[in-house]
């Protein structure tokens, strides 16, 4: 069982920043994916960006050059700093830590851009 812990969400402006963080602890293992994903009201949650214990990452093209996705694998750390953000990027975002086929979420952080 992985414990997930996000913090770092709000409100922001339009073209604002905000830094989101999410802490795993519990059975964690050494070979993992940590990631972010979103959902907005009425939508199906989506990937937003995957980082792999091996460095390999991956962005959603809506989220290019705007987010960056980091890990301190010492702490089980996962990052996502946000920069330009838009209204569009209004959603929940979650955490996810992935071990080979399973995967455990976080509760949940509001990220709201509106001016």
């Known amino acids: 069982q992985v414990q997930l812990v996000e913090s770092g969400g709000g409100l922001v402006q339009p073209g604002g920043s905000l830094r989101l963080s999410c802490a795993a602890s519990?059975?964690?293992?050494?070979?993992?994916?940590m990631g972010w994903y979103r959902q907005a009201p009425g939508k199906q949650r989506e990937l937003v960006a995957t980082?792999?214990?091996?460095?390999?990452?991956n962005y959603a093209d809506s989220v290019k050059g705007r987010f960056t996705i980091s890990r301190d694998n010492a702490k089980n750390t996962v990052y996502l700093q946000m920069n330009s953000l838009k209204p569009e990027d209004t959603a929940v975002y979650y955490c996810?830590?992935?071990?080979?086929?399973?995967?455990?979420w976080g509760q949940g952080t509001q990220v709201t851009v509106s001016s």
């Open positions: 996810s830590y992935k071990i080979g086929l399973v995967r455990s």
């Open positions: 519990g059975s964690t293992f050494r070979d993992n994916t």
């Open positions: 980082s792999g214990s091996s460095g390999n990452i």
